[in-house]
């Protein structure tokens, strides 16, 4: 399975933007990960698709929102309330076993896009 990701650009502070990730194959968990200079990648939010389960990063709860179509091996990500510290490499990331539980554990996700830019700047 391979996944391509698309969306990201700039955007102003207060502003929103949605990312797509679209797999080529079936998927039981997808998700969004990202990454700022100089930090760590970190969990964003992650749905399993058997029962439309999501869980969110403390950090977008509220703002950002999961979406997407289990048929169409495709997730959105909405984006709402940018602020600049959101600014990072956005990834897509699936797994192609099922699972019960969703994991915010980058290693749980066996499957990983090339990363989509995301800049909240004015």
């Known amino acids: 399975v391979q996944l391509v990701e698309s969306g990201g650009g700039l955007v102003q502070p207060g502003g929103s933007l949605t990312l797509s990730c679209a797999a080529s194959?079936?998927?039981?968990?997808m998700g969004w990960f990202r990454q700022a200079p100089g930090k760590e990648r970190e969990f964003v939010a992650a749905?399993?698709?058997?029962?439309?389960?999501?869980l969110y990063a403390d950090s977008v709860k509220g703002r950002f929102t999961l979406s997407g179509d289990n048929d169409k091996n495709t997730l959105y990500l909405q984006m709402n309330s940018l602020n600049p510290e959101d600014t990072a490499v956005y990834y897509c990331?699936?797994?192609?076993?099922?699972?019960?539980?969703?994991?915010?554990?980058?290693?749980?996700?066996?499957?990983w896009g090339q990363g989509t830019q995301v800049t909240v700047s004015s």
């Open positions: 749905i399993r698709w058997s029962g439309g389960s999501t």
């Open positions: 194959g079936r998927t039981y968990h």
């Open positions: 990331a699936a797994k192609t076993k099922y699972a019960i539980l969703i994991m915010t554990d980058g290693a749980f996700y066996d499957t």
